[in-house]
């Protein structure tokens, strides 16, 4: 049971370019959510889903853009990458309705340079 | 809106102590309190999860209450052990179904 995958671990961005983080989960959890870890910030908000079809913005969502078309996947895009966006982030996923015990995936390090 | 709070932010003790880890919220209408451990360049593994109905759950050596009326919740670690060594999240989920972050604490446990 792998629970939840995000891909890559790392990766290094110049300024400008896009990417998209990959998450998948093998649980069938409705609720999925990606959230930044900064120093000193703590774990922040940015995107999260209620099922598939369905997203909404969290504390964070400038500069990303989220899409749930099936219910294992939750993929975060990033349009134009920015310095303020080096962080870590971690996708996490958590069934029924999000009133339940929540998994994390290991994260990706992102540094935008 | 939703606040959490974690103090001290770090704390170091020897191998053996009983700990009093603190989490408040500033919105009791919470759906539950979940406590996570994070070890560094990792993700987020979750040790306890107390429904708001609930006033405590045990795992092991771990023991975590919840206050809803005071907006407290502790996380007691029994008969520390340098494996205990990480940093300790709570998060407050409410009605909007979004999870809530301290900013965590960071134990270190001294052999």
């Known amino acids: 049971n792998a629970g939840v995958t995000q891909t890559p671990k790392f990766q290094v961005l110049k300024t400008g370019q896009s990417m998209t983080l990959q998450c998948a989960q093998d649980?069938?959890?409705?609720?999925m959510s990606w959230y930044r870890q900064d120093p000193g910030m703590g774990l922040r908000l940015i995107h999260y889903?209620?099922?598939?079809?369905?997203?909404d913005q969290g504390e964070v969502p400038n500069g990303y853009n989220v899409s749930r078309s099936t219910t294992e996947d939750f993929p975060l895009r990033l349009l134009s990458a920015a310095p303020s966006q080096t962080s870590v982030y971690f996708c996490?996923?958590?069934?029924?309705?999000?009133?339940?015990?929540?998994?994390f995936g290991q994260g990706t390090r992102l540094t935008v340079v | 809106k939703q606040e959490v709070t974690q103090i001290p932010a770090a704390l170091s003790v020897p191998e053996g102590e009983n700990l009093v880890l603190n989490c408040s919220f500033t919105?009791?209408?919470?759906?539950?309190l979940q406590w996570f451990r994070q070890d560094p360049g990792k993700g987020l593994t979750s040790l306890l999860l107390?429904?708001?109905?609930?006033r405590e759950q045990t795992s092991g050596r771990l023991n975590a209450s919840l206050d809803k009326s005071s907006g407290r919740s502790t996380l007691y670690i029994a008969a520390s052990q340098p494996g205990d060594s990480a940093t300790y999240l709570c998060?407050?989920?409410?009605?909007?179904?979004?999870?809530?972050f301290g900013k965590g604490m960071k134990l270190t446990v001294n052999p």
């Open positions: 889903s209620v099922g598939a079809g369905i997203t």
């Open positions: 107390i429904q708001s109905s609930q």
């Open positions: 998060a407050a989920q409410g009605g909007s179904e979004k999870l809530v």
């Open positions: 996490a996923s958590s069934s029924p309705r999000g009133k339940a015990e929540a998994f």
């Open positions: 649980m069938n959890h409705e609720y």
């Open positions: 919105d009791s209408a919470i759906y539950n």
